[in-house]
């Protein structure tokens, strides 16, 4: 038991981390850029290449790196016509079944093709099509297989967590 909640706790730790220190700081340069390439575009009559496809890539950082500290904090999207209905240990049976079934596969899947295709991307040392863009595509890339890895820890953290409520005894009956 004390194994599963130093797990729960260590994923946990991970993605509060990452969302609260890595993604803000990534989403302060990002707003920082925006608002640079909104300058020299319209008070210098000028723009960069490297700097508008750098926004594309900070935003799909906040996006996949932030996904797993959405998971930990429940502000994912829920259809909960039904869910919120359900009581805790419904809720704990729907959220296991979901894990085990939707989430887990779909990060594996995820995965692994994901860190084959960053590989060949670093191998050929990948560089944007435009001229001036990004020299190291394979960055960006690296970023899927990060995100969804993220996502399925805190999916196992979810899972545990989920495993716990659906073990534990009634207030009432005797421990």
Known sequence: MQLIKKVIKICDAVNEWIGNYLVCAIVFV?????????ILRY???TSFVFMAEL??????MIFL???GYTLLHD???RVDIFYSTMNRKKKAL??????LFLLVPSCYLVLTTAVPWVISAYQIGEV?????GIPA?????AMLPLGYGLILLQGISLLLKNILILTEKPANEPR
């Open 30 to 38: 990002f707003v920082a850029i925006i608002f640079s390439n909104v």
């Open 43 to 45: 008070v210098f009559n």
């Open 55 to 60: 926004e594309w890539h900070l935003f799909a």
């Open 65 to 67: 790196l932030g996904a």
């Open 75 to 77: 502000r994912h999207v």
């Open 94 to 99: 729907v959220n296991c079944i979901g894990v």
């Open 128 to 132: 944007s099509i435009d001229p001036g």
């Open 137 to 141: 595509r394979f960055a960006i890339k």
